[in-house]
């Protein structure tokens, strides 16, 4: 009778892949296959199989770290405040492309905001900004190479909605 050098139970004599098996038993066999095929995340160190990792900007990461870091690179911080915007909360979006929240876009911008302008400092109706945060007045704005930049960008959907209204009611 044969036995395994693992666990000690005991191999039929019939197994022929016994030596083969380096005179282990089969689940002996396969535990040690995957403990050489195993892998530790490099986020939290945990064993895992090589087969299971998850290739995460060139780390190897386990599923939940895996999930954990798409996660966390959704979030979304407000540029002038650095909190979190939730998906569900309005974001406002800067000439330089930054994302603000409401509160930052209304200190700024907004009813509750002193409404003078920036630059020139004349009260007047604000909803331009520039790459630091602060509001213009239309005419600023239309100085500020920025602002135009923010106001090009939000003329062409406006246009382009003017467009397909007069195409839709001409067919």
Request: charged fraction near 30%; aromatic fraction near 8%.
């Amino acid at each position: 009778m044969v036995y395994c050098l693992n666990c000690g139970s005991m191999i039929d004599e019939y197994d022929s892949g016994y030596y083969a098996r380096s005179m282990n038993c089969i689940p002996c066999y396969n535990r040690k296959q995957t403990e050489v095929s195993a892998r530790s995340c490099t986020r939290c160190g945990r064993s895992i199989r090589a087969d299971e990792a998850k290739n995460h900007k060139g780390s190897l990461l386990c599923s939940f770290c895996f999930s954990e870091m798409q996660r966390i690179e959704r979030i979304v911080r407000c540029s002038l405040c650095k909190k979190e915007i939730k998906e569900w909360e309005e974001k406002f979006k800067m000439p330089n492309g930054d994302l603000i929240c409401k509160k930052c876009n209304e200190e700024r911008t907004g009813k509750f905001a002193p409404k003078l302008c920036s630059m020139c400092k004349k009260p007047s109706a604000l909803k331009f900004m520039d790459e630091n945060g602060d509001a213009l007045c239309m005419v600023c704005a239309q100085n500020s190479p920025s602002a135009r930049a923010q106001m090009r960008a939000e003329a062409v959907p406006r246009i382009s909605s003017i467009f397909s209204k007069i195409r839709h009611l001409l067919h």
